[in-house]
């Protein structure tokens, strides 16, 4: 028999309709914030209880409602935002429909409070199934509208148990009204559970974009953020949004896409633009995207869902193509590097090596075989002691520098000519048989240089054990202390108070553990002059070489005190012609308010002339009558400073020295003597456009500076760097990587 064909009952008419608008609390509370920014709002604010489902209450400033209008504000098909059919092809306004209200309506308890500009005072309506309960009241209230919505689908039994999870439906809602903040900037936005004191999300009307990116999705996101804005006239869309660079990846793609401000979805775009992103980012990782298609409103159409999630456009293939094209030119430009955010070492800790790198004890055991299983994430593939074959290879243009006034450099290893100092009176004589071996070398010196510019064998004076980190005192029956960091014998012990006083700060700010990872590192390679890569134990660090050897030399010229060799220069160089070349260079500050670089010039050879006996005793800086520098101080063995800055250390030597103070004195003039051997990066680089273009057989000039810091420089670390304190803290020892750390990233790949 057939059935029976029956017009249903409007009140089930309504509800079922009202179940395609309102599928759970997040879009009830969405169709009220498009009413809330249609109507002008700059604040929404949103209290939820039980995930919305016991209650809802959204209030705004903006225009509000008119009393006349409050009788059919909950009816079917009621609006103020389109008149005719035709509207629809221009609307502008999140809502059209009339039916949000009405939806709600008849699956909740509603209650309007409204109030417009020009009323004396709010208006309450309740409402049920779309109609007005009873006439509306006067009441207090502030300009905008209130809409609490209680008991979301007391009628609609299956949908209520549906939704259980208040939890999950209040982190729906979160989703909904963020991304209505981030798209929506200038208004302010807030949600809470009812009786918190805190808002889980709130923004501010004063806020940008990536202001309010970064308080609801972080720094993590906000600070890899690119920019994208791309038009097109021909297809009539503009496009304006923020993605993230190659740097940043989540497990789930978080995407935000408005199209002319209305929050939809669209997987063809999705697909579109992570097939781009699939080139950058790690296998089964997404970006974070935030769009905002904005097209000409006759070329969309809206009246395609319910809900309003998905429209249709003129020319989709067309503009998703001009979209992909624009987001990969976007990360192809930001693919040139990588960020990596790194912490220095032991920020804020003590000084117990245990924090520092783990304890040797660790690895020694393991080496004795004690049965403990080392897992590979733990293992230490590098040992120290190993010697590369290159550090026996030693370049042929080793690093002797050409200077602006000088030719080549020889190489003196002995002390200055005449092997008796005149002594201070706190100063003591070593044993006769330092004093003899001191002798004996220098009478060697002058048929000590080969052709090359290099130390003959039999000028090479016998090498003892160097001196180690622990011992800082200087003690006549210390054996170990008979050696300077040259390899030179020790011709004086030093009791002068002031350079006993540096040595013992030297020694009070000796970090142990950065002394140990020192010691012990295996070197990997130079970034650059200024940087290199060493390895301790499972551990990475990028070591700033410059800060380092400069710290060295300081601590040798401490402690080696008076007792330094001779580097002698081939050709005498004019104290003047030096400080006319610093004058030149910006880096001098030089202003014609000084007076004329020739005076300057002058007044500083005559005041180096001054000081030339103490120089050469102490520091072995040695000057002539003439004002010529002739020979500068041995620090460390097969080592030359880059005498590109011969001319600015002149002009500080004379100007930045405090010479009145004996303390302040060594330790200002051991400051800049040690920043004037550093390695520094501008002189390297120039010397190695120097080598290449005069000497085209020749091997590139960074083979001698690398080879220099790696077989030089942290050799000398090893034996004779004691790092302070403020090397944790100064970004001048970075740890970059650990192995258990890298294991775990290469494990979710």
Not at 23 to 31: F, G, L, T
Not at 516 to 530: T, W
């Amino acid at each position: 028999m057939a059935g029976v064909i029956r017009r249903l009952d409007e009140a089930v008419v309504n509800r079922i309709a009202a179940g395609e608008v309102i599928q759970r609390p997040a879009n009830a509370i969405k169709e009220m914030i498009e009413n809330c920014l249609d109507a002008k709002s700059t604040s929404i604010q949103v209290v939820v209880k039980e995930g919305g489902l016991k209650l809802i209450q959204v209030q705004d400033n903006g225009c509000g409602i008119r009393k006349e209008d409050l009788d059919i504000v909950c009816e079917r098909f009621t609006t103020s935002k389109l008149q005719k059919f035709e509207d629809l092809a221009s609307i502008s306004t999140y809502g059209f429909r009339g039916e949000a209200l009405a939806s709600i309506s008849h699956v909740a308890h509603v209650t309007v409070t409204t109030k417009t500009a020009d009323a004396k005072c709010a208006y309450r309506a309740t409402y049920s199934d779309g109609k007005i309960k009873a006439p509306p009241k006067p009441c207090a209230g502030n300009q905008g509208t209130q809409i609490t919505v209680e008991d979301l689908f007391y009628n609609v039994n299956t949908r209520r148990k549906a939704l259980k999870n208040p939890n999950e439906e209040y982190a729906k809602i979160l989703e909904v009204v963020s991304r209505y903040a981030i798209h929506n900037s200038g208004i302010s936005f807030s949600v809470k559970k009812q009786g918190d004191t805190v808002s889980d999300v709130r923004t501010l009307s004063n806020a940008s974009t990536v202001d309010n990116i970064r308080s609801i999705f972080g720094n993590a996101v906000s600070r890899e953020l690119i920019e994208v804005d791309c038009e097109d006239a021909s297809l009539a869309f503009n496009l304006k949004g923020y993605i993230t660079n190659a740097n940043y990846s989540v497990k789930k793609c978080i995407f935000l896409l408005f199209i002319n401000h209305r929050l939809v979805e669209s997987a063809a775009l999705r697909k579109a633009i992570e097939t781009v992103y699939a080139a950058y980012l790690p296998k089964s990782t997404h970006p974070f995207l935030y769009l905002s298609l904005e097209i000409a409103p006759q070329n969309v159409d809206v009246n395609v869902h319910p809900t309003k999630h998905e429209v249709h456009f003129l020319h989709e293939d067309s503009i998703l193509e001009r979209v992909q094209q624009h987001v990969e030119s976007k990360l192809l430009g930001s693919n040139s590097s990588r960020m990596y955010f790194t912490q220095t070492l032991l920020p804020g800790a003590d000084c117990s090596s245990s924090e520092v790198v783990k304890s040797a004890a660790n690895s020694s055991a393991v080496t004795k075989g004690t049965g403990d299983k080392v897992y590979a994430h733990q293992m230490v593939r590098t040992d120290s002691r190993e010697q590369k074959l290159d550090a026996f290879l030693q370049p042929v243009n080793n690093p002797l520098s050409t200077g602006p006034t000088e030719g080549t450099t020889e190489v003196n290893a002995g002390p200055p000519e005449g092997a008796v100092r005149p002594q201070d009176a706190e100063m003591e004589d070593v044993s006769d048989v330092v004093e003899m071996a001191d002798v004996q070398e220098d009478r060697a010196m002058p048929g000590g240089l080969n052709d090359s510019g290099h130390l003959s064998p039999e000028t090479v004076p016998p090498r003892k054990r160097p001196r180690e980190d622990t011992d800082i005192e200087m003690e006549k029956d210390d054996t170990r202390k008979d050696m300077t960091a040259a390899c030179t014998p020790r011709r004086r012990i030093i009791n002068l108070t002031s350079v006993l006083t540096l040595q013992e700060e030297i020694s009070n700010q000796a970090h142990a553990s950065l002394q140990e990872m020192l010691r012990d590192h295996s070197f990997v390679g130079c970034v650059s002059p200024q940087w290199a890569l060493a390895q301790y134990q499972t551990k990475l660090y990028l070591l700033n070489t410059t800060k380092l050897s400069q710290e060295l030399f300081y601590q040798i010229l401490i402690y080696d005190f008076a007792n330094f060799g001779v580097l002698r220069l081939s050709e005498p160089a004019p104290l003047y012609e030096l400080s006319m070349l610093a004058l030149e260079d910006p880096e001098s500050g030089w202003t014609e308010e000084d007076g004329p670089k020739e005076g300057l010039a002058e007044y500083i050879v005559e005041f180096l002339k001054k000081k030339t006996e103490m120089l050469k005793d102490y520091f072995s800086l040695e000057i002539d009558e003439e004002g010529n520098l002739i020979g500068l101080p041995l620090l460390i063995d097969n080592y030359v400073p880059l005498l590109e800055g011969l001319p600015m250390f002149i002009l500080r030597l004379a100007t930045e020295v405090n010479w009145d103070e004996e303390k302040e004195c060594f330790e200002s003039l051991s400051k800049e003597l040690a920043m004037f051997y550093s390695i520094r990066k501008q002189y390297i680089i120039d010397e190695a456009n120097q080598t290449s273009s005069q000497n085209e057989d020749s091997d590139s000039g960074s083979t001698t500076w690398k080879w220099t810091v790696e077989h030089v420089l942290y050799k000398a670390f090893r034996t004779h760097l004691l790092p302070p304190k403020h090397f944790t803290e100064d970004g001048n020892i970075l740890q970059l990587a650990n192995l258990p750390d890298l294991y775990k990233v290469f494990e979710r790949c």
